[in-house]
């Protein structure tokens, strides 16, 4: 997991670096953050919850390998995207990822069916989750085959990727990784997951499918999202108060990205009516949602991939290395994204780089942490 975790948040920060100083295709940039980086995490992260969800044993070394090769071919489209490699190779990445999803959704699906007792419901996230990534490939595949519907097709795979996989996979697993990171059990968050799955998949398929078609027809979607995702954080509140989740770095992280992609759903609902252009509205879903999610969950899982097994002392040093400041960190993304909904891109991209500095000397200092530290 480590190898993965590092080489996505390599990737996320090289393309949030390329994508402020203009250099490279911006389709390119886009793919290093999302097929290089994300997609991988994604899969490294599901694999690592649905054990837990299920109360099944270890993962198997073979399926170890499923996150490096969704990285491998996440590197052969964003070269290919480039320039570097023939751009046909695009789609030969797409359909290796399009294998390497429904393979990880038939593990899952064999997981579920050998859990004792009912699963918690977190594991039918993840399988939407799959499923929206499986119809945004597939949408890929179809480009050289319906060329006059291009235009569609990238947007309904834009959408059902960031939306649809991010959003379903995020919203699944942070019901169970806030309360771990406070160290306080939710008894709604198994209950929240079970009402709240058909709300937040509909309105991600209603808002991939209206976006290709018409904006008005992708707001019912957003919507929906905006109820699931505040109802979320409304509910953190009520269970665990304002005052903790902040003073935590890790779970202030986390509750920052739910607010990040409601604003960033504001944003977008902005854009398609006109007000505002895609750029900020796009670079707002990434600073508000993406980078306080990505910092926050690995702040909370690199000690545990680090150095599975029992807790030991060295774990939780790391952890308070990667969680210092993480308020701080949530604070410049969210005034990030808020700058950019503003269109004001040059101090956006300052407060998010700056939010991005403050994880990675964190994460200099954590990974200085030895074993046998006490």
């Known amino acids: 997991m480590i190898p993965t975790a590092s080489l996505s948040l390599l990737s996320v920060i090289a393309s949030a670096v390329l994508a402020v100083a203009g250099w490279g295709s911006p389709l390119a940039v886009a793919h290093l953050a999302f097929a290089v980086g994300i997609v991988p995490l994604i899969f490294a992260a599901m694999m690592h919850f649905v054990p837990v969800l299920t109360r099944t044993g270890d993962v198997d070394p073979r399926m170890m390998r499923l996150p490096n090769a969704a990285q491998a071919f996440g590197v052969i489209a964003a070269l290919a995207m480039q320039g570097v490699l ?48 499986l119809l945004a490939l597939c949408a890929v595949l179809l480009i050289p085959l319906l060329p006059g519907y291009w235009q569609a097709l990238r947007l309904f795979h834009m959408h059902l990727n960031t939306t649809g996989l991010l959003g379903l996979a995020a919203l699944g697993t942070l019901p169970v990784l806030m309360p771990t990171a406070l160290g306080k059990p939710d008894p709604e968050a198994a209950g929240w997951l079970r009402r709240r799955l058909w709300l937040f998949a509909s309105g991600a398929l209603v808002l991939a499918t209206g976006v290709a078609i018409a904006w008005p027809f992708a ?33 202030a992280s986390l509750f920052a990205s739910v607010l990040g992609l409601v604003a960033s759903l504001i944003a977008g609902l902005l854009h398609g009516a006109g007000i505002l252009p895609t750029r900020p509205s796009l670079f707002a ?42 308020n701080v960190r949530a604070a410049l993304f969210l005034a990030a994204a808020l700058a950019l909904i503003g269109n004001r891109l040059a101090v956006g ?17 954590a990974v200085r942490v030895q074993r046998a530290s006490r």
């Open 86 to 133: 023939p751009y046909v190779l695009v789609y030969v990445a797409a359909f290796g990822d399009l294998l390497a999803a429904a393979i990880l959704l038939n593990w899952i699906a064999l997981r579920v069916r050998s859990t004792l007792g009912s699963p918690h419901p977190g594991w039918r996230w993840y399988g939407a989750a799959l499923g929206c990534l």
């Open 285 to 326: 879903w990434a600073a508000g949602f993406l980078l306080p999610l990505v910092t926050g969950a690995l702040s909370q899982l690199l000690p545990v991939w680090r150095w599975p097994g029992p807790v030991i002392p060295a774990r939780g040093i790391m952890r308070q290395k990667l969680a210092a400041r993480g």
């Open 349 to 365: 991209s300052v407060l998010a780089l700056l939010g991005l500095a403050f994880f990675v000397v964190g994460l200099v200092q």
């Open 219 to 251: 707001a019912p979607g957003a919507l929906l999202i905006l109820v699931a995702a505040m109802g979320l954080a409304g509910q953190w509140v009520r269970r665990f108060g304002l005052t903790a989740i902040l003073r935590d770095g890790v779970a």
